[in-house]
């Protein structure tokens, strides 16, 4: 397995912002999903979706947690909506050290306001 682990949750940066403990730009919040603006923005709208039930990444998606992933998804699009990203947006979910996964906790970073190259990395 290629995943990031290592971290518990009560160490998990992105478990701390879900609880308040550590301040965050709120962008939308529900029962499953919590999205944030990135501190470090690669574009000019640079939001962080995430499950408030820790999942350290997508290796970690199984079939008792896989409904929190269409939960993001829908959360996406109603933010989108919202923050009229009518251009286009792209949503990335990086897995595993390899692919530059920083935070172990499952996360989709959704960037918009500038043109996007292809292929990227």
């Not at 478990?15 to 529900?30: F, H, L, R, T």
């Not at 919202?82 to 960037?111: K, M």
Request: some cysteine; overall charge negative.
């Amino acid at each position: 397995m290629n995943g990031v682990r290592g971290e518990s949750m009560s160490e998990c940066i992105f478990c701390k912002i879900v609880s308040g403990e550590i301040p965050s730009n709120m962008v939308y919040e529900d029962e499953t999903v919590y999205a944030f603006y990135d501190n470090n923005p690669q574009a000019p709208v640079h939001i962080l979706f995430i499950p408030k039930q820790h999942i350290a990444s997508t290796s970690e998606i199984n079939k008792e947690n896989s409904s929190v992933v269409a939960d993001i998804f829908e959360a996406i699009a109603v933010a989108a909506n919202e923050l009229n990203l009518d251009e286009g947006y792209r949503v990335v979910s990086n897995c595993g050290r390899q692919a530059q996964q920083s935070v172990p906790h499952l996360h989709f970073h959704v960037l918009a306001g500038r043109d996007m190259t292809w292929p990227p990395g």
